[in-house]
């Protein structure tokens, strides 16, 4: 676990490489137990009259998981003060892993770093500082060797403050990002022996993955420094979407709840049924639009509430780039809609309000933004909503205790999030194989072969890790 400071000639003892220490025992004080006196005992003295030291070591699958995001958070202070450069630029040594055959995953130990699976990935590939950002005002220092010469050396000091210098390892220590992407995949799904449900994308293993909005491999080849800025446009749990949208949708409301922050601590709101409702449907059963007016979202429900009561409800909303003032709420009804009112009720009048909405940032959700405000595009916000029990006008249900009202998030600006996608309400929907992402479950060629890609990489993985438990 951590893996901090593995040294190389300990990576190769565990895969069982013990002829290759007779390149590493001068850059050590001490070679004790196998090697002892510079010299190679596979029978560890005659325990082991067959000399399998070497098989033996191989068959224990020693497995290292790498806390590879020091590089980014503390590169520059292990580099400077505590490691010294030769150490530092060695830590979490996932190239060494790779090529003594040693399999690894990457992991943050919360919450002395946050979880980032993407920010482990470009600190896999990268090795880059961004503490020497905050130190130094400078960027793109690297936390890393020179080159994959695995026996090249260089003088350090060990300390700063050191008056002499000794020979480091200056082995390049960076990963691929097919490795880096193994790394917090499969490969931590095999390190927990669940690679036969998860950890990559086949058929029998649970439906629960992601999708981004770019493609990792081309930005990690362009603007390597950004992968951890990816942004997620859909995750799939159980076969069901369960945050943000699909690329390619022409769909950008979801997550529709009852909202937590309710009237009074002690409302009692639950959903009976809703459902999300087509454009084409939503048209044909409802109200149609105006002019110039495009849906990001029709959602039909029932909720039970206190009689009488007012009750929140909520859904995410992909932004346009567009200011807040071009979106509309409709109560929707056959024949007619209703247009909410923006704005957060205030506290006093929160019991008894209907009829009025507002958008919040997720980092400030109690907050309503003003109409002024620019919904940056493809980012997540909350849409909230009020209504009433029994309200004449937006409770289409008069049943006590029951509240019914479709609702259609609209705008007026006729801009769509693109999403990672090349939608355009007023164009056809189109897939070029790529360019335009095509990340649609099960629908266009891009995601289609990305999937095989991953699936294929992660079987040949598996059978790697295995062939070498059978030797």
């Known amino acids: 676990i951590h893996g901090q400071t593995v040294e190389r000639q300990q990576i190769q003892r565990l895969v069982g490489d013990y002829a290759g220490l007779n390149g590493t025992a001068g850059m050590y004080e001490e070679l004790d137990g196998a090697f002892k006196d510079g010299v190679v005992d596979t029978t560890l003295n005659g325990k082991l009259p067959n000399g399998n030291l070497p098989e033996l070591m191989a068959a224990q699958n020693h497995f290292v998981s790498f806390f590879d995001n020091h590089t980014y958070f503390y590169g520059y202070r292990h580099t400077n003060k505590f490691f010294g450069p030769g150490r530092a ?5 996932a190239g060494w892993a790779e090529a003594y055959g ?3 995953s990457f992991h943050n130990d919360t919450f002395v770093t946050p979880i980032s699976p993407l920010r482990s990935i470009q600190s896999g590939v990268t090795r880059f500082s961004g503490d020497a950002l905050e130190v130094l005002g400078q960027k793109n220092i690297e936390v890393n060797g020179t080159g994959k010469d695995v026996d090249a050396t260089v003088d350090y000091k060990e300390r700063i403050n050191s008056t002499e210098t000794r020979k480091f390892w200056t082995y390049d220590q960076r990963v691929s990002t097919l490795q880096a992407l193994r790394a917090v995949t499969i490969a931590p799904a095999y390190q927990n022996k669940l690679e036969d449900r998860v950890g990559s994308i086949a058929e029998g293993k649970l439906a629960d993955f992601v999708i981004m909005d770019k493609d990792i491999f081309d930005v990690a080849q362009t603007e390597p420094l950004t992968i951890a800025k990816l942004r997620v446009a859909a995750t799939i749990v159980g076969d069901k979407v369960v945050h943000g949208v699909l690329p390619d949708t022409d769909f950008f409301v979801n997550s529709f709840r009852v909202a937590y922050d309710q009237p009074t ?4 709101v639950t959903i009976a049924d809703s459902q999300y409702i087509d454009h084409a449907t939503a048209e044909k059963d409802y109200a149609s639009l105006n002019d110039g007016e495009k849906r990001f979202g029709t959602v039909s429900f029932m909720a039970n509430v206190a009689a009488g009561s007012s009750a929140v409800f909520q859904m995410n909303l992909l932004g346009n780039g567009e200011k807040l003032s071009s979106f509309k709420l409709y109560k929707m009804t056959a024949n007619q809609k209703t ?3 923006y704005g957060r009720p205030d506290s006093a009048s929160m019991a008894s309000a209907s009829g009025q909405w507002w958008v919040a940032d997720f980092t400030n959700p109690t907050v309503a933004l003003s109409q002024d405000a ?20 937006f409770d289409a249900d008069q049943t006590a205790g029951v509240i019914v009202d479709p609702v259609s998030l609209v705008t007026t600006s006729g801009t769509m999030p ?6 355009q309400p007023d164009q056809a929907k189109k897939d070029d194989g790529g360019s335009s992402s095509g990340c649609t479950v099960g629908s266009t ?5 990305l999937v095989l890609f991953l699936g294929m990489s992660a079987v040949a993985a598996i059978r790697v890790l295995r062939r070498r438990n059978e030797q």
């Open 339 to 341: 247009e909410y009112v």
């Open 374 to 393: 620019v919904l940056e595009m493809d980012k997540q916000y909350i849409t909230f909503f009020i209504i009433k029990d029994n309200d004449a006008t």
């Open 265 to 268: 601590l002690d409302t009692d």
């Open 445 to 449: 060629p891009s995601y289609d072969l």
């Open 102 to 104: 040693m399999p690894y």
């Open 89 to 93: 630029y060695n830590m979490s040594p």
């Open 418 to 423: 693109s999403n990672g996608g090349s939608y």
